[in-house]
Structure formats: structure tokens, C-alpha cells
């Protein structure tokens, strides 16, 4: 695979943990109306974002994802009326914490988007991905397999 | 027939309340907030006996001052530590080998207590408080990775500052959990990172700065350096000192829709 890809241009692996009701949603009507947006991105549901446990974030920045992006419903709009705004506070955080080591702050992105917004989603993403990009591969607290 | 009366079931409301005393100064008092806001036990099951406190001594550092002697025995007059030791008598100024957490307390008094002992301390330099962290936060990001991996490549993970920390109790840790394997057995250095910065994440509102996990560690890893930073940021974020009060709860289990700083959200 390596030598496959030695050619290409590097593209960055970005998890996104998003939240069933919104940006899930978003997503998916990004998709249904066929707006485009770079395919570095591997979505993964959970229920809010108030069930994220930074953990999540910091294993999945461990094992080689360059980028996490947490997104879930705009404050107030939430479907578990404020799990958004817990984990607001948590990330806010981790986040802090993260630079204050010496982790890019761009390799962890918080956003919200709803359910309604699939051209926001795909302007997050492009965004997210332009930002990873530029930072290249991650290689701080990444294990080696 | 001891061991008989043991085994008998009591009904709960028959159990003998076992109230406990604590002798506590400003940081104990703290934890003792963090514990009952978290509802480990009630008000009324502890007697906090309050001791107005003048920092404590860090035995690394004093052991370094004398030059590695064995204390035999110490007093302390006035100022001044007088030991015995193996090297002979020695005599040092007791403010230089204070912990460095206790020369920038900000609560040496206790916060909470059934009874107080002794007139109140005098306080402590809180201002210096943040001043390693503001240094710190100046360097650029790759000196403070940098400086991130050496003090955590010292790490040998025997989990010391977790044993020693008041507010880790959690009766499953997340290192010995299984299901999921929050953090690999094994002796790769990411594992010792990612088990450092998580247990560094837990104290969220929860360090006291008493400096436990710093006197324990066996290989002098400069653990107060990150836990500060969280300190400050949870100060400048959420306007909280852990156990600062009892009506102020932890700050990551509430939130403020109106206050709360959402600059660090991504706005494309």
C-alpha cells in the first residue's frame, strides 16, 4: 500500500464523532443532496456528544488518526437538552490541554451543525481536512503497530 | 465469637453510625469538599478537626540540601529545620525547602471545619501561583512537546500518584480496565503518555495541589507543571477552585449556556 500511495499526494485521516441528531443528520443530508466534500473523513455516531469521553479523542489521536472532529447540535438544540453543553465544557478542555502539551490545537476541531445544515457539514469537513493538511501526519503520542 | 458477630447481617438502620475524624489542613479540606460534592459520603459522617497549616516540607528537595544524608531525627525552631543526621548536625532555613506547592497556597487555612485548632496561618505567596504555567505557555509548542515526552519517558507507570491522590477513587481506574483497553500493558512510550494525560485529565476541577502524586513519584516527574495549567484553566474558563466552597460544584458536571466561552468552536 505504501508504495501505492508513495506517488500521491499524503491524505490526512480525520475521525469525526458526531452526534445522532444533528450532524449525523447533517451528514446525511449533505449526502442527499450530493454536495461534495474531501473523503479523508470516517464518521462515527454516537448518540451526543455528551457521551463522548475525551478518551475517545485522545485514543483515537494514539492511534493514528491526524485530525478528530467532535460536532454535535447547536447549543440549545440539543436532543438531550444539554449534553452539547457539558461536553462544550470538556472539550473546551481538552482541547486547552492538548496545546498546552505540545498537540496542535487544529488537530482536534469542535463544531456544531444541525441537522438541517449539509452545506455547513461539508464546509466543516473541507475546512477540517484543509487545516489537517496543512499541519501533514500526525506524529506526537501516535503507537507504532 | 468475634469473628460470629461479624458475620451477622445487621439491617441498615440498625448499623452503628462510625463517624470519622480528620485531621485536616487546607488541602485535606479540599478534598474532603470534592468528596462530599461527589457523594462519597455524608457531612455528618466526618469530624473535621481543622489545623491551620505553614506549608510542609519537601523531602526530595531537603534530601538534596543536605546532600543526601539520612535524617535521624528534626525539630523545628522558629525559621529553621535542626536535623540530626548521618552526616552530623545540620541546619536549614525552613522556607527553602517548603514543597513547591505549598509556597504558592492559596488555602492553607481550612475551608470547612467542626473544630479548629491554633489561630489561623499566615498566608502563603498565591500570586506566583500560575507563574511556572504562564512561563511555560510561552515556549513554543514543539519545546513544549519536547519538554511533554522527557518528563513523561521518566515515567515507570507504578501508579504511585494515582494511589496517592485524594481524588482518585474510582473503584475500576481506567488503566485496569479491559473492556475497552483504555491504555496498552505494555511498555510503549505512547501508553505512558496517553495514561498521563488522562489521569492528568481527570483532575479537572478536582487537584487540590497538595502535592501527593509529586512526593510519591519515585522518578521525579514534574507532574504539577500540567496540573497548574488545568488549575488555571479551569479558573480562567469556569471561574472554579476545586473545593474552593461547598455551593461551588465541579465544574464539568454543569454548565453556564450564556457564559460558557464557545470561542475554541470551529466557525468555517
Known amino acids: 500500500m505504501s508504495e501505492n500511495s508513495a506517488n500521491k499526494e499524503w491524505e490526512p485521516k480525520i475521525v469525526a464523532i458526531v452526534c445522532n441528531w444533528c450532524t449525523y443528520a447533517g451528514a446525511d443530508l449533505a449526502g442527499i443532496s450530493r454536495i461534495q466534500y474531501p473523503p479523508n473523513v470516517r464518521i462515527i455516531r454516537v448518540p451526543c456528544t455528551g457521551r463522548i469521553n475525551p478518551f475517545y479523542i485522545v485514543k483515537a489521536l494514539q492511534e493514528g488518526a491526524d485530525g478528530v472532529l467532535v460536532s454535535g447540535c447547536h447549543p440549545g438544540e440539543c436532543h438531550y437538552i444539554s449534553g452539547n453543553l457539558v461536553a462544550c465544557r470538556k472539550f473546551a478542555m481538552l482541547k486547552s490541554f492538548l496545546n498546552y502539551i505540545g498537540i496542535e490545537g487544529d488537530r482536534t476541531m469542535f463544531t456544531w451543525v444541525s441537522a438541517s445544515e449539509g452545506d455547513r457539514f461539508a464546509q466543516v469537513i473541507r475546512g477540517v481536512t484543509t487545516k489537517v493538511k496543512a499541519l501533514g501526519p500526525a506524529n506526537k503520542m501516535v503507537k507504532k503497530f | ?268
Open chain 2, 1 to 268: 465469637m468475634a469473628h460470629k458477630n461479624s458475620q451477622k447481617r445487621v439491617k441498615p438502620e440498625d448499623r452503628k453510625k462510625k463517624v470519622i475524624g480528620v485531621v485536616a489542613r487546607g488541602c485535606t479540606t479540599r478534598s474532603l469538599i470534592i468528596h462530599l460534592q461527589e457523594r462519597q459520603y455524608e457531612r455528618d459522617d466526618v469530624c473535621i478537626i481543622g489545623v491551620p497549616c505553614d506549608g510542609y516540607v519537601d523531602g526530595k528537595g531537603l534530601k538534596v540540601k543536605i546532600g543526601g544524608a539520612d535524617i535521624v531525627e528534626g525539630t523545628v525552631d522558629g525559621g529553621q529545620l535542626k536535623m540530626k543526621t548521618s552526616d552530623g548536625d545540620k541546619t536549614v532555613a525552613l522556607k527553602d525547602v517548603l514543597a513547591e506547592c505549598c509556597l504558592t497556597c492559596r488555602f492553607n487555612n481550612p475551608i470547612i471545619s467542626d473544630v479548629m485548632i491554633g489561630s489561623p496561618a499566615p498566608a502563603m505567596n498565591p500570586d506566583a501561583e500560575y507563574n511556572d504555567v504562564k512561563e511555560f505557555e510561552a515556549k513554543s509548542i514543539e519545546e513544549r512537546w519536547a519538554y511533554f515526552i522527557k518528563e513523561m519517558e521518566k515515567c515507570i507507570r507504578c501508579n504511585a500518584c494515582r494511589q496517592a491522590c485524594p481524588s482518585c477513587y474510582c473503584p475500576t481506574c481506567f488503566v485496569e480496565q479491559s473492556q475497552p483497553q483504555w491504555v496498552g500493558i505494555g511498555e510503549d512510550k505512547t501508553d505512558t503518555q496517553v495514561f498521563q494525560f488522562m489521569r492528568l485529565y481527570h483532575m479537572v476541577g478536582r487537584c487540590v495541589d497538595c502535592g501527593s502524586c509529586v512526593s510519591v513519584c519515585p522518578m521525579g516527574v514534574d507532574l504539577r507543571k500540567f496540573l497548574k495549567k488545568i488549575d488555571k484553566d479551569c479558573f480562567e474558563m469556569f471561574s472554579n477552585r476545586a473545593g474552593s466552597s461547598m455551593e461551588d460544584m465541579p465544574p464539568l458536571g454543569k454548565y453556564d449556556e450564556h457564559h460558557d466561552k464557545q470561542d475554541f468552536i470551529y466557525n468555517p
